[in-house]
């Protein structure tokens, strides 16, 4: 180790340490813990202070342009500029979701834990792909701990992923080898005259990243079934069979079906047993997109709908949507995990893993793993423990009941059917556009919505999945879309009965 006081440390303008030679990379420890000391008291002070500013800014022009034209100087210049960059540059233009009044997507804020466990895991900088160290031990047991939650089977293993997108592309990569391969048709002559018939199943509410997977592993969007959903908008279950039995006739190879845990747009929850039924009967793969709602059955309101979860055959889960684990963190967990391994256990001369202990680049489609990962997922989960895990889930559901219950009280919103997951989609009276009003209320600042499509009517939507957000930033969120529905399109008729709750 080098000696701080023995190399001449001249403070911050000069951080390069002269026992280290002519390394470009080379800071002097001194410098080096400074900077991340300042880095450190600087996050604490903005996660803390995060909810007395707007929830986001529009970027200037001119940045905009700085930022994405790159511009890299010739020669490299001090630590302590990346401080300040992020302070001025980026920091007051994020997402939004740490504020307690973002209400747009389901994003949260990044839990302290998480925050911290980053910093430590980028030190260690394990790759979760390959070798034999800790960290990669961690992934396998937070897995282990994240089917626990969501009610899977004891068997069940899996990846850490960059979120649900990836997740539910290498769970849809899984379900396809596990089909082929029990046709024995996962090459040659077989394999083609079986791949252009495979069909995937997901209800009219499945994310999109679904088509993607799909499209990505080579089925195209015609041979997507999208199933309608009921009235409670879940997947109709006897359209899906209907819609299987029709395809067999057809000569087709139903394969995978995809439901939702819950929903995006509404926040349905597609029970996993009867589709899990049709799947066995069928000889089907049944994934579940929990991307979001994963681990609701730790809410006991909720819990009946995951009613057959135990069965299913894997599972989206994006801690960074619901359990505030720093972006990006998803879980692609699969009941048996040798059919991850079966599709994506390639190997190499070079990288010779233990067969008792298959690394984890054998379960994904990534071999070069970030550990941040596993150890910001840890240090979350291991704040919270499980009656955390509950409470969180549960506190979002409370606010959702008390944005519902606001709605229903004022004569100018009407709120629309949704739920139980904490989304809710809801009307303004006499608005002519709600996209204009939904980007009225982010220009103001002081709380940010968006909009969805709901039965081909665009509406707003609010998610809850912000620790932070208390009751007082739910009156904050319909106070600027009463204010804003006024500037815009005053409705006399609403405006009289308006006054009465004034
Ligand atoms: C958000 C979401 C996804 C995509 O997850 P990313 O982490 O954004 O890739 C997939 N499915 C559902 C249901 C979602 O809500």
Known sequence: MVSGASVGFEGRGSQRSAAEGDSVLAVHPRAFRDELVSSAQWVAEYLANLDQGPVTRRLPSALRRRLGSGGLAEH?????????????????????????????????????????????????????????????????????????????????????TSGGSMANLLCLAAARHWFLERRQALDGPE???AHGRLVVYCGAQAHMSVAKAAAVIGIPRSRVRVIATTSDRRMDVAAFAAAVRADLSAGL??????????????GAIDTPAPITAVCREHGMWHHADGAWGGLGVQVPGWAPAYDGIAEIDSLTVDPHKTL???????????????RLRAAFGFRASYLDSDENLPWMSE??????????????????????????????LEHY???????????TAHPRLDLLACGPLPVVCFRVHGITSHVA??????????????TVDYDGDTVLRACICNHRTG????????????????????????????????
Not at 126 to 153: F, S
Request: some cysteine; overall charge negative.
């Open 253 to 266: 190879l139903p394969f995978c079906a995809v439901s939702n845990l819950g929903s995006t747009p509404t």
């Open 191 to 193: 394999y083609d005259a």
């Open 437 to 450: 009003l939904a980007e009225a209320v982010q220009n103001r600042g002081r709380a940010y919505l968006a």
């Open 471 to 502: 009751t007082e930033h739910i009156d904050t969120l319909i106070d600027e879309i009463l204010t804003t529905a006024k500037e815009l399109d005053p409705d006399p008729e609403s405006g009289r009965a308006t006054a009465q709750f004034a």
């Open 324 to 338: 505030s684990v720093p972006v990006g963190c998803g879980a692609a967990l699969v009941t048996d995990p040798q």
């Open 76 to 160: 490299g210049g001090d630590l302590f500029a990346i401080l300040d960059f992020a302070e001025e540059s980026l920091a007051p233009y994020p997402t939004g979701n740490g504020h307690p009044a973002f209400f747009a997507w389901i994003n949260s804020p990044p839990s302290p834990a998480g925050v911290i466990a980053e910093l430590l895991a980028t030190a260690i900088n394990a790759t979760c792909g390959m070798g034999e160290h800790a960290l990669m031990d961690l992934e396998r047991g937070v897995i282990a701990d994240l089917a626990r939650l969501a009610g899977m089977a004891d068997t069940t293993g899996g990846v850490l």
């Open 397 to 407: 559901d409370r606010m959702a009941g008390y944005l519902r219950e606001r709605i």
């Open 363 to 392: 379960y994904t489609f990534e071999l070069t793993r970030p550990g941040t990962r596993a150890l910001a997922l840890w240090a979350t989960l291991h704040q919270l423990g499980r009656s955390g895990v509950a409470a969180l």
